[in-house]
């Protein structure tokens, strides 16, 4: 986890050179290997950065706080005792636990984060064949809303058509990975031999 601010505030791209892994390169100026290279940082966009990371930490912890509380079943077992006798809480037998509920959020809140770290990395790179990558990611994110869209209506009939849907965006989105994923090691390619 300590290796995620750094990579987000660096202004210079992560690549390495296959002649010397140790070596870092621009890829503006992998041609060129004696241009200077000017860089400025503002200062509004770290303050975002640490910011958005903050808040993420944050999400993420109010997203599986419950799961250190205790048993969930337990909780939301005391709880009409706790506000009084009128509220009754029902939930059909095969409803999602509250852990399980974390797990499906924190997914969700993660392949976001996934998508757009992917994309600042495409920007700050110089490689769009990146940002492929993260449009790439789309179809896989629909099928995780279909599910927890189906699942928060306790896996009604009626609804059964989003189980259909996830299956298929999720065969898509695996050919859109593989199609973006091939766009990248082909650009890597084309970079490696031009230098």
Known sequence: MAILPPLLSSSTPLCFSHQNPNKTLNPKSCNHPNTPITTTTLNSNKLHTKKAIKTLIGAGFA???PLFIGT?????AELPLLLG???QLTEPSNALSLPT???HVSSVVEWITAMILVWQYGEKSGYQSWKGLSWGMVPLLGGAFCACTWHFFYNSESLEVLVALQGALTVIGNA???IAAY???KSTQESSTDA
């Open 85 to 87: 006798s009128s509220l």
């Open 176 to 178: 859109t990975m593989c």
């Open 101 to 103: 509920w974390a797990i």
């Open 63 to 65: 997203l599986t706080s």
């Open 183 to 185: 766009r990248i090691y």
């Open 72 to 76: 969930a079943s337990a909780a939301a």
